[in-house]
């Protein structure tokens, strides 16, 4: 199986008609490429499966609704396109609103509608940057405000940072009325989580089922395990609730969410740390013990800053460019790959004991752009180990050189364990264009009125790149870097516009924050 993507458009595909949006005129990017390749993924696509944007208004869909990206390689360029195509395909109407599916086909273990909230926040951090919010907005109800009438509901099935992402969600389109309208609702998800699985000693328990990562090394059906997963969380969950409460003026809710935040960093760091490994590890109830086995999840708690910025803990990063520790062939293993019960659990069925998840690679990734962005302790990481990781990530989205996203991939050979499952196709578990968007290019959304860009792609890297239409604050923001000053024409270096009125240009790629105008 080879590792490049290949997409070739054959001259009879150049045929195909695709209607060309005409709200939007890129001003930089020519959507050539975009075209041909939503022309590819529609022609390799069985089309039993269509919901809100058919196929054939894919084009027109993406082009009106997601920020445009352009850049010399290959590989991510075509990635980018094909993970806003494969999210539009899990985009439904409903008579409660729009939601998002996780598998494109039912399961057996959905909601209603077929929604799962597994990967609700990795979808609607993907979903924060698309210009019509009623998507995400209308998704986050249906959780919020449908499921919770259910008889049978459905959110807390499974663990996750709802309340962190529907935070970063505003940082991106300010709407603060929607916060207004579901703080109440996020305080009682908050609290019954607490009612559900937390310790006097103020952890969270998890069955490794419900972090939906069963079978893994340190999982568990039957024991409540103090998880470094769903304990960082629920401290991003409660940073989040605090910053809320501060914009809507809850001064009650501010300080309670802040004690919960620091009671919940001082038991991770003090509960759930082994010396002896230098890594986050869960506790196990079962002999009130660490589980002494490196798992992916113990990146987690940098996804949402949790770990003090010293040498001590940013040790544990060592372990993601150790061939020994959870880098693979193809991609960021699970578990690390020197443990003997490695790859020894579900085999073939669901496992989280080494395979590659993107799910994983998505989290693992993001608390990587953390450290390099938000901590002065690095730990040795630098840029070119995230862009190497990303690039990687990027090559695995293939089956048999076509490509194509799915559960979970063998970490040497980059097959598919659920093989061509129909359920498994353009699974909804994970993210891609917030990568690219939010830590390759770096667009930081800010709370105030600036824009903030802090690129990790290394500076000889690419020559060149463009992100273009990002709606922020209702601004429409584009970024380029040209190093020839020939690709687009308009100077060497960096280059940041706002309504296509440039605000920023300099002659390196760099951090730069600068006012909205």
């Known amino acids: 199986m080879t590792r490049k993507i290949s997409i ?87 008579p409660e609103g729009f939601v998002f599916t996780e598998f494109i086909i039912p399961v057996s273990h959905a909601g209603k509608y077929n929604a799962i909230s597994s990967a609700l926040g990795h979808q609607v951090y993907e979903g924060r940057w698309l210009h019509d919010p009623k998507y995400i907005q209308q998704y986050l109800n249906f959780w919020f405000f449908v499921d919770s009438k259910e008889k049978k509901q459905f959110l807390h099935r499974f663990s996750g940072w709802v309340e962190d992402a529907v935070y970063n969600f505003y940082l991106v389109n300010n709407d603060l009325n929607y916060v207004k309208s579901v703080i109440p609702a996020m305080d009682a998800d908050y609290k019954l989580w607490e009612e559900e699985r937390r310790f006097p000693d103020g952890l969270f328990w998890q069955y490794d089922v419900k972090d939906a990562m069963e079978e893994s090394i340190s999982g568990s059906r039957k024991f409540r395990n103090k998880r470094p997963s769903i304990n960082s969380y629920m ?22 969410y802040r004690n919960k935040a620091a009671e919940l960093k001082n038991g991770v760091e003090n509960k759930l740390w082994s010396n002896k490994d230098s890594f986050f590890e869960t506790g196990m109830e079962k002999g009130d013990t660490l589980a002494n086995a490196r798992e992916a999840i113990g990146f987690t708690p940098w996804y949402f800053n949790l770990p003090d910025d010293n040498d001590k803990y940013v040790k544990a990063w060592s372990q993601i460019v150790d061939t020994a520790g959870f880098m693979a062939p193809w991609g960021l293993t699970t578990a690390e790959r020197r443990h003997p019960q490695f790859r020894t659990h579900g085999v073939g069925k669901c496992e989280w004991d080494g395979a590659i998840w993107p799910f994983a690679s998505t989290q693992t990734l993001k608390g990587l752009s953390h450290l390099l962005t938000d901590y002065k302790h690095k730990g040795g990481m630098t840029p070119q180990v995230f862009y190497n990781a990303f690039h990687t990530y990027a090559s695995s989205h293939q089956m048999d050189g076509v490509i194509y996203i799915g559960e979970y991939q063998d970490e040497k050979t980059g097959a598919w364990l659920k093989g061509n499952n129909p359920r498994s196709r353009y699974y909804n578990h994970s993210g891609f264009c917030d990568l690219v968007i939010n830590d390759l290019v770096g667009f930081k959304p800010r709370v105030d009125n600036k824009i903030d860009v802090d690129p990790l792609l290394p500076a000889n890297e690419w020559d060149w790149f463009c992100l273009e239409n990002v709606l922020y604050h209702g601004k429409q923001v584009s970024i380029l870097w040209d190093k020839s000053g020939k690709k687009y024409n308009k100077g060497k270096g960096f280059h940041i516009y706002v309504d296509n009125k440039e605000v920023y240009h300099g002659n390196q790629l760099k951090h730069v924050t600068i006012d909205l105008k």
């Open 235 to 256: 401290y991003g969950n409660a940073v989040a609730m605090e910053k809320m409460a501060v914009l809507t003026g809850v001064d009650s809710l501010k300080d309670h």
């Open 8 to 94: 070739t458009i054959a001259i009879v595909l150049l045929t195909f008609r695709v209607s060309i949006a005409q709200d939007y005129k890129p001003s930089f990017i020519k959507t050539d490429k975009l075209k041909k390749d939503v022309t590819y993924f529609n022609l390799i696509d069985s089309g039993d499966v269509q919901n809100y944007v058919p196929n054939d208004k894919a084009y027109d869909w993406i082009l009106q609704n997601t920020p445009l990206f352009e850049c010399p390689d290959s590989t991510i360029q075509t990635v980018y396109n094909y993970r806003w195509w494969t999210f539009r395909k899990h985009l439904k109407q409903t």
